[in-house]
Each structure stands twice: as C-alpha cells, then as structure tokens.
C-alpha cells in the first residue's frame, strides 16, 4: 500500500487533510470503518488517525508500528494524549492551527519516501586530514547501492565536486540553492544538482564565497534526506549554528583523524566539543553519535580511541594514486578494488539506509 491511511469520521478533519495531502502530492486512502483500518495497519507507510476514532482504534490494541500520527484541527486535550500514548503514536498533530508538520510527512511520501535517508556529517579532525576525500568517498560507495548526495559546507576546501570529477557538470551550485525561500522539493533539488547517475553533489560556485544562512542550510539539507538514501555533508572545522543544524540532523558524525600526534591532539580538542554537544555520544548506530577515521597507520586504532574517547569505524590506508584519480574525474573510489572501497563501506554499515516505501519518480 503506496497511499497513507486516514481514519476519520470528522468531515473538518478530513477536508483539512485532503487539502494538504492534495498540496503535497500524496493522496489518502480514506476509511471511517475502525476494524477494516486494522487490516491496512501494517502496510500503509504512514497511518493517520483522528481523534474522534482514535480511542476506538486503541481499544482493539493495534501492534506497535513506526509512522502512526494523531490528527486534530485543534488541542487534542489530555484525553487525546493518552490515547496517542496508547497506539504508540510518534505525534499529536494540530493540523488546523499548525499544518506543516502534517504537510512534512505527506510531502515526504509524496515524493516517495515515508522517512529520510541516513545523514553522514563529516569533520576534519584537524587542518589537512582529509574530510573531503573521505565525505566524497562516502557518497561514491554510498551510490552504487542506492542514491547519495556529497553537501559541501566548507567554502574554503578543496571542492567536493573538484574532487568527484563534476566541477564542469550542469546544475546549481550554493549561490542560487542559497536564495531559494519556503519549503524545498527534494525532486527539485535532486534533478538541479550536478550529478553522475547515483550521486549528486552540492559544491560553491567559482569566486567568493558568500556566508549561508543556518535556514536554507536546514531546509536544504531536509530536502536532501527526503530525496536520497545517503546523505554525506563536508563540514568545515568551525563549530557554528550552520554546522549545528547539520550536526543535529545527522545520524553520525564522523572525524577524520590524521594518524599523528599532532593531529590526533587537534582532534581530541573537536571531538570533546562534539561529543559534549552530542550528549555524550559516541555510541555508533545513535542519532547524534560521533565516531571516527583515522587516515594512516603510524599510530593504532586502539591509540587513537584513547586520546579521543571515541570509537574509530574504519582505518584509511594512504593512496598513492589519490590525487591522480581525481585529476582524472574518477573521484577517491574509481572501482570495487579501490583501497577506499571497504573502510567506507564499514562506516556506512554503522548507519544502515532506511527503505522507500516506492521508487522515487
């Protein structure tokens, strides 16, 4: 079952919702028959239920599911929490006096997934690591299993698209997504990126480059996790409130760490900021967990996780050939053999991709 499931007998209620859906791009399959819902239960992508049916539905004692919200035009009042609490709802929406939760969830399945695609957020440990290398090696191995995109946060860096070869390609780059206001399609995005087959890239244009409002940094990167499996972002080394929206949307951030003893001592400092800010994360496979790649072998995995704290996912060998491969338009992972291959495949293993719930159009 493509559509999401309304259950309703409140005719306010379900033109409200109509509206939005229509808006959205996803249309309801409707129904005010409470045992009937039960039979769909476990199949719609996304189950709304009204308040005014909701106690019923509650009384037949539903299996648990992920993707239930309850809907009122107003407050739900205290009665209506309790229920929503009972069929393990993940929200108690107003969807009169407060839509746009509503038209999120609708839009998101409208445009065919029912929740986002994993977010990989990636930091240089310290000055020359490597982030970018290791962000768009992410995003290449990322796409030979489903769609990835590579978001460039660091103005001042070597330029994800440089490095994947796709600096010349058509598509916007972040001067125009900059301007763009209100909510952003993820089909929109998806098809104005420069992009090769599975893999997509958000870079800077040639010249200055202007400083982004933490706003259309979240509403960009929103519509990237609607619109891709994997989402990998280059962070700059500055801890700011546009890395903050990024870091607080992304399933694992990852450190790159240079295997010195200068830079692991540079990384160090980064990763007690981020694991304070992550709540004490570390922990991979959490929301908001902070990990680690350590780039070179002069000191072990084992060395690196005591003077950090943190868990390390996956150690890269130096490449030789790096440089020449991107000079060539190949990218860091030109091959299955690649010697980036598998340590980036351990650090998406970390952070499994969620299914669509149908292919994207």
Request: aromatic residues 2%; hydrophobic residues 45%; glycine residues 14%.
């Amino acid at each position: 079952m493509d559509a999401p499931l309304l259950l309703t007998r409140d005719p306010l209620l379900l033109d409200e919702v109509a509206r939005l859906a229509a808006a959205a791009g996803a249309r309801p399959h409707t129904t005010d028959d409470v045992a009937g819902a039960l039979r769909a239960w476990s199949t719609a992508p996304v189950v709304l239920v009204g308040v005014d049916l909701a106690p019923q539905l509650a009384r037949l004692g539903p299996d648990r599911r992920g993707q239930v919200h309850v809907l009122a035009l107003d407050d739900v009042g205290p009665a209506g929490l309790r229920t929503a609490l009972e069929l393990g709802a993940e929200s108690v929406l107003a969807v009169g006096a407060a839509p746009g939760r509503l038209t999120e969830v609708l839009t998101d399945l409208g445009e065919g997934r029912a929740s986002p695609g994993r977010t990989i957020a990636v930091v240089g440990g310290s000055g020359g690591a490597g982030a970018t290398t290791v962000a768009c090696a992410l995003g290449q191995v990322a796409a030979a299993a489903g769609t990835s995109l590579v978001v460039d946060l660091d103005p001042l860096g070597p330029g994800a698209d440089r490095v994947l070869g796709l600096e010349r390609a058509a598509g916007v780059r972040w001067g125009s997504v900059a301007e763009t206001t209100g909510r952003l399609s993820s089909r929109a995005l998806r098809e104005a990126l420069p992009r090769r087959e599975g893999l997509g890239v958000l870079g800077w244009a040639a010249g200055r480059a202007e400083s982004l409002d933490p706003g259309a940094v979240r509403e960009v990167v929103s519509a990237a996790r609607r619109g891709h499996d994997t989402v990998v972002v280059d962070l700059p080394r500055v801890l700011d409130a546009t890395t903050g929206e990024v870091r607080a949307r992304s399933d694992l951030v990852v450190v790159v760490v240079s295997a010195t003893v200068p830079g692991v001592t540079a990384a160090a400092r980064l990763c007690d900021r981020l694991a304070a800010e992550a709540g004490g994360g570390g922990v991979t496979g959490e929301a908001g967990g902070v990990a680690l790649v350590v780039r070179g072998r002069a000191l072990t995995a084992s060395e690196v996780t005591r003077a950090t704290g943190l868990p390390v996912l996956a150690v890269v060998p130096e490449v030789r050939r790096l440089r020449e491969w991107c000079d060539l338009g190949l990218g860091p992972v030109h091959g299955r053999r690649s010697p980036l291959a598998r340590p980036m495949g351990e650090v998406l293993g970390a952070v499994p991709a969620p299914l669509r719930t149908r292919a994207t159009p």
